[in-house]
């Protein structure tokens, strides 16, 4: 049903109501039954014990649990305990993120209005909301929540607040009259008032006509119910990281175990090694290394104030190609300013931004004073014919009350101009502000008793009843050539998408009559406020290492497009050929039609939550990673749907914040910058590790290969390969972790979500050096062996200490994609204590006489020493020149 185009007398037949009656007890216990609670159902909760449980379906998660199996039946405790925790911790993270996630609907709860006034039997009372059905007749006043979709019947300059739902940046007047215009969005149907918008200014009366699910935030609620969770670009490469390593471990592993029995091997030795080698081969400190690294990502995006909700958001961020982002507030400061004033057929230019009461005034490039002409009088009336107040809180000013004179007041104050000057002249009467009206008057008193009546609002509405104009000569007849200049100058000002006010003053004879309806008459026209949302000062340049970046940034915001692409023109978002698109055009689009156009869009304006959503998952359908920003309800649907959805921390509601992974502390686009850049570094650094240890890994299964290719004796015994996948791969790879962006990390695209883990050469570095790492440990084996072939001890020493550092060495390989000698060693201290801290706990187990039976060593000599470390640094020194 299309309320809004009902007439009143048709919506009360519709619901069987009248107005001044309300509902009796029965009808609203009857319909309670029939349409259920006014409240928002949410999907039944699965239980913490199947959500914990659910954490430990993942592939690589059920191989490590294997292999602690594995490790347990051998003996070897450590390692088993170790695999454990890693998997409870990560199950424990996930369990957690998983049920805070899920929270969003019941903080969508938490802004339906907890009491309501109704008429029931000609009787006001209060009632939960809850209660309210539809019919009801409710009553709402300034700083009430309404309670639920109603069609308004009365109105007394009221005004709602409805950012949370629409995006609209500005109060919204309401009026009670039919509008006959079809297909109208949320934000147009200005005869209505919506469930969990908030009343900022009069009064008004309404008919409920929806409660619950079916109200225009139950609709939201159903999209974020309705919309699934996307699964990260890491989260799909590590699962398909874990299925290729597995597969490979095994096949390896079983060929040298098939190889060592063929040689004459015993088959239980070559069992024990062979699930050592499994066990090595898959990198069970993988997750936790990745769950470090963002952590410590984490940390340092706290820092830069944004708070990560979800780990894996910071990666994704890293290869986000388009961010979506609202306008108010986020690119802007959400602070309406006056920008511009028309006055004596002149343009002054106001300086500062939002509420903070420093600026000046300037025509042309020339400062002007106070003693301007006129200058202070347009101010002065505009703080006298004004309701706003503004406060102090924690150090920074806002405005209680409209935002618009909230504008007015904060230019007067840049003069000089305090609110006790109001206190001057006295308020005998106000004709408040209404939709219909468009101007809000005061009639005051001055101390020597002279009346005057104040007017402002629209100027096609204040022109005409302008008699008078006043300039820097005084008060004269308004000519037709002073309505066309005042009419240039909005035309002018509009171009510049700053919304226009106009003032005017009459003073009232004595024995005018105040109550009569002609009082607005007979103005005399002052001046035009051109009045902004003024961007962001660090936006512009955001949005340019953005672009720099391969990134595209999208405006979508229930602005007009008029404002809208002004903004984003200031702010260098949209090219030449950009185009803006409105919601109402998008009504009129198939989803394919919506894919066909999106890459070419770059202002989306007049949007509603549905369509939000299919905008993100347009670009989705194209192949983008995409980054979606919010502070509102109607954000959040969106939100959810995006690869990574960013609220705001001030100004954002906790339904936004629940639905999002990433939350600004400042409300900024620039610090989305700071996330992407954090972001890519972290892949990088995940990067990093993976080919430290899978380089590592590879050698450790090609030198026990190698071995029994050649009929040779195992190169290493089990504890032996255990002992170097637990103590030296782990402390290093968690070191790269943490590593320092390289400095063209920001000057490359992002990366292709398709792209595998693997790509740009990674696979080639691994196996190449996998290889080499390998052969010097096996050379090194067959020289001591060959030497003394009574001592193995003493080979499989020498071979244990030569994997180990050329691990070691390898280690600062991994820093850079292009050489190892393209960053300084000692530029990660992490890294460089990691290394030492390995290589002690190898002189340990090699030379502290209790430890060389456990895992099979003997001290070695310089000699043996030179041997081992001259070897080691062959693969690091042969390849690390190359960037292949």
Not at 325 to 338: A, I, P, W, Y
Not at 503 to 513: A, F, Q
Not at 856 to 879: Q, Y
């Amino acid at each position: 049903m299309k309320w809004y185009q009902l007439d009143v007398e048709k919506v009360e037949q519709k619901l069987q109501v009248i107005s001044n009656r309300g509902l009796n007890n029965k009808q609203a216990v009857e319909r309670r039954k029939q349409h259920g609670e006014n409240i928002l159902e949410s999907k039944k909760q699965v239980s913490n014990w199947i959500l914990f449980f659910k954490q430990f379906q993942d592939f690589m998660v059920l191989v490590l649990l294997a292999a602690t199996l594995i490790a347990g039946l051998l003996g070897e405790y450590i390692d088993a305990i170790a695999i454990m925790v890693i998997v409870l911790i990560n199950g424990c993270i996930g369990f957690f993120q998983e049920q805070k996630a899920e929270n969003s609907l019941e903080k969508l709860k938490e802004l339906s209005a907890p009491i309501a006034s109704v008429l029931r039997e000609k009787q006001w009372e209060k009632i939960s909301s809850r209660d309210i059905v539809v019919g009801d007749v409710v009553r709402i006043n300034s700083g009430d929540r309404i309670p639920a979709d109603i069609r308004i019947i009365k109105s007394n300059g009221l005004e709602t607040e409805e950012s949370a739902l629409t995006g609209e940046s500005l109060p919204v007047s309401k009026h009670a009259t039919a509008i006959t215009a079809d297909n109208l969005d949320v934000q147009d149907q200005t005869n209505m008032g919506f469930m969990g918008t908030m009343v900022t200014r009069g009064s008004g009366t309404g008919v409920v006509v929806g409660t619950g699910m079916k109200t225009v935030m139950g609709q939201i609620a159903s999209l974020i119910q309705g919309t699934k969770k996307t699964i990260t670009p890491l989260e799909m490469k590590l699962a398909e990281l874990g299925k290729i390593l597995i597969v490979v471990a095994l096949l390896l592993t079983v060929l040298v175990v098939g190889v060592g029995v063929v040689q004459g091997h015993p088959m239980y030795e070559m069992f024990l090694a062979g699930v050592s080698l499994a066990v090595a081969a898959i990198p069970e400190g993988l997750p936790a290394i990745v769950t470090v690294a963002l952590s410590l990502g984490v940390q340092r995006m706290i820092r830069k104030k944004a708070i990560v909700r979800k780990l894996s958001a910071v990666e994704t961020l890293g290869c986000a190609s388009v961010v979506c982002s609202d306008k108010t507030g986020t690119m802007t400061e959400n602070q309406m300013t006056v920008k511009e004033m028309y006055l004596n057929g002149e343009y002054l230019y106001v300086t500062g931004d939002g509420y903070q009461t420093q600026g000046d005034f300037f025509l042309n490039k020339n400062k002007v004073e106070r003693t301007h002409p006129n200058l202070e009088t347009m101010l002065l009336y505009g703080l006298i014919c004004n309701h706003s107040q503004l406060m102090v809180k924690k150090g920074k000013n806002f405005i209680d009350g409209d935002p618009t004179d909230g504008a007015l007041l904060v230019a007067a104050r840049k003069l000089g101009l305090q609110a006790d000057r109001k206190e001057d002249y006295h308020v005998i009467k106000e004709l408040p502000f209404d939709s219909d009206r468009k101007r809000m008057s005061v009639v005051v008193e001055d101390k020597n008793g002279m009346k005057m009546l104040i007017t402002k609002g629209a100027p096609d509405v204040l022109l005409p009843r302008s008699t008078y104009n006043l300039d820097e000569n005084g008060r004269s007849l308004l000519k037709k050539e002073d309505t066309r200049a005042i009419e240039e100058a909005v035309y002018h000002m509009a171009g510049k998408a700053l919304r226009t006010i106009a003032i005017g003053v009459r003073i009232l004879p004595n024995n005018m009559d105040i109550d009569s309806a002609m009082i607005e008459n007979e103005l005399t026209f002052i001046g035009l406020y051109g009045l902004m949302d003024p961007p962001r000062k660090e936006v512009k340049s955001a949005i340019r290492e953005c672009k720099e970046a391969g990134i595209k940034t999208v405006m979508i915001t229930g602005d007009h497009a008029h404002t809208a692409r002004a903004i984003a023109s200031h702010l260098q978002l949209i090219p030449e050929n950009g185009l803006v698109f409105e919601g109402k055009q998008l009504n009129n689009m198939s989803d394919q039609e919506l894919e066909n156009i999106i890459e070419d869009a770059y202002v989306f304006a007049r949007v509603t939550p549905e369509h939000k959503l299919r905008i993100v998952k347009a670009f989705q359908n194209k192949g983008h990673i995409v980054a979606m920003t919010g502070d509102g309800v109607n954000d959040a649907p969106a939100i959810k749907a995006s690869d990574i959805g960013i609220s705001m921390g001030i100004n954002g509601t906790d339904v936004t914040k629940e639905a999002s992974s990433l939350v600004l502390m400042d409300d900024n686009f620039a610090t989305i910058k700071s996330a992407i850049n954090e972001g890519r570094n972290i892949y990088e650094n995940i990067r990093k590790f993976i080919r430290y240890l899978l380089a590592s890994n590879v050698g450790e299964i090609l030198v026990m290969l190698f071995a029994m290719l050649l009929a040779l004796p195992l190169p290493l015994v089990p504890v032996q390969i255990l002992w170097v996948n637990l103590v030296t791969d782990g402390l290093p790879a968690m070191a790269l972790g943490v590593d320092k962006a390289e400095g063209d990390v920001m000057k490359r695209g992002p990366r292709n979500p398709r792209e595998g883990i693997f790509s740009r050469g990674l696979g080639y570095k691994i196996v190449s050096r996998g290889i080499l790492i390998g052969i010097v440990t096996l050379i090194a084996f067959m020289v001591t062996y060959q030497n003394n072939p009574e001592h193995l001890i003493y080979a499989q020493t020498t071979a244990f200490a030569t994997l180990v550092v050329a691990q070691l060495i390898h280690v600062f390989d991994c820093r850079s994609e292009h050489s190892v000698f393209a960053r300084n060693p000692f530029g990660n201290m992490y890294l460089v204590y990691a290394v030492l801290s390995s290589l002690l706990l190898l002189f340990v187990v090699i030379y502290w006489a209790p430890l060389q039976p456990i895992f099979h060593t003997t001290a070695l000599s310089i000699i043996d020493w030179l041997l081992v470390v001259g070897l080691g640094a062959i693969p690091t020194v042969l390849f690390g020149y190359s960037k292949k």
